[in-house]
């Protein structure tokens, strides 16, 4: 397990940012140019690679023994962690837009690296997928409840 820690390339590559930045080494612009390439390219890639993953895919398939596991994940994303950001925002006082923000933030979907950290580490791949696409559907719903109770 340390060893695929120590070998993963996230971890090397923020290791090796994180020691130039406090050396004060600064990258010539001509050099940082294909990185911000890459950089650009990392959302869509991961949408495109999450796209693909649907298709020919069944989702909330009985045979997949899924189903228990994403509607727990689900109706946490997309019910119980605005509940806490309201909950939470009002402790700290905010109100108005600035709570609104807070609570759309926690009613967010479920984020595509999900996915794509799955498929890297081969894990419950079909979970993460459809976790993903349920709370990506249901975020609709839940904003506009959101925005409804909120009076924003």
């Known amino acids: 397990m340390l060893r695929s820690i120590v070998a993963n390339p996230t971890i090397i590559a923020s290791t090796i940012g994180l020691l130039?930045?406090?050396?004060?080494?600064?990258?010539?612009?001509?050099a940082?140019?294909?990185?911000?390439?890459?950089?650009?390219?990392?959302?869509?890639?991961?949408?495109l690679a999450y796209g693909l993953s649907l298709y020919g895919s069944r989702p909330l398939a009985k045979d997949d023994g899924y189903r228990g596991l994403i509607a727990v994940?689900?109706?946490s994303k997309l019910l119980l962690m605005p509940v806490i950001a309201v909950g939470v925002g009002?402790?700290?006082g905010l109100r108005g837009v600035s709570?609104?923000?807070?609570?759309?933030?926690?009613?967010?979907?479920?984020?595509?690296?999900v996915y794509v950290a799955a498929a890297r580490y081969r894990a419950s791949e079909n979970l993460a997928r459809d976790t993903v696409l349920i709370t990506t559907i249901g975020t609709v719903l839940v904003l506009l409840l959101i925005s409804a109770v909120l009076g924003v």
């Open 73 to 75: 994940a689900s109706s």
């Open 99 to 113: 709570l609104y923000e807070v609570v759309v933030m926690a009613a967010l979907p479920t984020a595509q690296n």
């Open 90 to 92: 009002l402790l700290l």
């Open 32 to 47: 940082l140019e294909p990185v911000r390439s890459l950089a650009n390219m990392a959302i869509p890639a991961m949408l």
């Open 20 to 30: 130039l930045v406090l050396a004060g080494v600064q990258i010539p612009p001509v």
